[in-house]
């Protein structure tokens, strides 16, 4: 089983439209959380931190549930320009000698048609 | 440029053959991560130095991968004796401590 799972798309929606994408994790340790942006041929880019009480970026709204360890990504009033890859992402607590390395999910490809 | 960046940005080797690939983070940032992302996959982690120290390699896929940072800037991850397998792209990440990571290009290795 995969540290951390996401919906396998392909999501094909229309402009305007709200998409959600979901997420889990397997590490009950994990401690940060993150949505990452991947455009195709090119390097992921931080799109939010996920935070326990839930937080938004314009119409991005990101959700986090600690006791499902659960993700969530929420895109409203969806844009062309939102077509790209989005990839869940946790990192577990940093111990002395260990990695704070990233775990990524295989990504969810969202796809906003005109 | 103030980015990551990673080269050379694509990379043809025969099977067998010794690639060297080379990340220069951002500057000042003590942190550096290499990663692979086969097709279709989200980037799995290779290994991590903090400065010039190698503190986690656990996620090198065999003996034939060797990563080094040995002034604590610039990196290089080698890989012997290529196999297909090996085909995917490079990541190079790097970050302040404790701070989000950011990442180069990449380096796309084709093994034929």
């Known amino acids: 089983r995969k540290e951390v799972e996401q919906d396998p798309g392909p999501f094909n929606v229309p402009e305007g439209a709200t998409v959600a994408f979901n997420c889990t994790y397997s590490?009950?340790?994990?401690?940060?959380f993150f949505w990452y942006r991947q455009d195709c041929r090119k390097e992921p880019k931080l799109l939010m931190s996920?935070?326990?009480s839930g937080n938004e970026d314009g119409r991005f709204t990101a959700q986090l549930n600690r006791a499902s360890q659960y993700i969530s990504l929420l895109i409203r009033d969806s844009k062309l320009s939102d077509s790209a890859t989005y990839l869940c992402?946790?990192?577990?607590?940093?111990?002395?000698?260990?990695?704070?390395?990233?775990?990524f999910g295989s990504g969810t490809q969202l796809t906003v048609l005109p | 440029g103030a980015g990551v960046s990673q080269s050379p940005r694509y990379k043809v080797a025969k099977r067998g053959q010794d690639v060297a690939l080379r990340c220069d983070p951002i500057?000042?940032?003590?942190?550096l991560f290499w990663y692979q992302q086969a097709l279709g996959q989200g980037p799995e982690f290779l290994t991590y130095?903090?400065?010039?120290?190698?503190?986690?390699k656990s996620g090198l896929p065999s003996d034939r991968f060797f990563a080094e940072r040995p002034e604590g800037s610039v990196s290089t991850l080698k890989i012997q004796r290529t196999q297909q397998e090996d085909s995917a792209v490079y990541l190079c990440?790097?970050?302040?401590?404790?701070?989000?990571?950011?990442f180069g290009d990449g380096t796309r290795l084709s093994i034929l």
């Open positions: 990440a790097s970050s302040l401590w404790n701070q989000p990571q950011h």
């Open positions: 996920v935070y326990s």
């Open positions: 130095f903090q400065n010039e120290a190698q503190l986690d």
């Open positions: 500057s000042g940032h003590v942190s």
């Open positions: 590490n009950s340790a994990s401690q940060s």
């Open positions: 992402v946790v990192n577990i607590p940093f111990y002395s000698g260990s990695a704070r390395q990233l775990t």
